[in-house]
């Protein structure tokens, strides 16, 4: 059925959740994972009064930011490796996460996306507007929402 899982995490409480679901669903159909973290680009200063500066450069934050997507990853693929299932991991710069996942799903050539969704609904749903429900709307893969 499926051969390759995108297995999108930001190393929060759900995804880890998702991420050992994943693990399980690809042990019982014989995929592989690629777990996926979106890093944050530097955020652009904006200046004016009472404006605070945050002392960081942009090459500290990329050196930070890389060093959570591999604790992240590292945490993801160990599930994996403890199961027996063969993964590896990918991480991109990119303030749009969707786009993000949707690319790493096109270029690694992934059948599925199996991610986390929060199940907001009513006005929080759609104020929030979830990156899964972006995914959803704009990946040609298909995606399976873990909740």
């Given at each position: 059925m499926f051969k390759h899982i995108l297995v999108p995490t930001d190393g929060s409480a759900l995804s880890d959740?998702?991420?050992?679901?994943?693990?399980?669903?690809?042990?019982?159909?014989?995929?592989?994972?690629?777990?996926?973290?979106?890093?944050?680009?530097?955020?652009m200063p904006i200046y004016g009064e009472g404006a605070l500066i945050d002392p960081t450069t942009p090459e500290q934050f990329a050196k930070s930011a890389a060093a959570e997507a591999e604790a992240i990853l590292s945490k993801a693929r160990g599930?994996?490796?403890?199961?027996?299932?063969?993964?590896?991991?990918?991480?991109?710069?990119?303030?749009v996460p969707y786009e993000a996942i949707i690319d790493a799903a096109d270029r690694h050539g992934c059948d599925l996306i199996f991610m986390a969704s929060h199940g907001r609904r009513g006005i929080a749903g759609l104020l929030l507007g979830s990156e899964t429900q972006k995914v959803l709307t704009h990946s040609k893969t298909p995606v399976l929402v873990y909740r």
């Open positions: 959740s998702t991420v050992a679901r994943a693990v399980s669903f690809a042990k019982e159909s014989g995929a592989r994972i690629t777990f996926f973290y979106s890093q944050p680009d530097f955020p599930a994996a490796e403890a199961d027996g299932v063969a993964c590896d991991s990918d991480t991109a710069v990119n303030e």
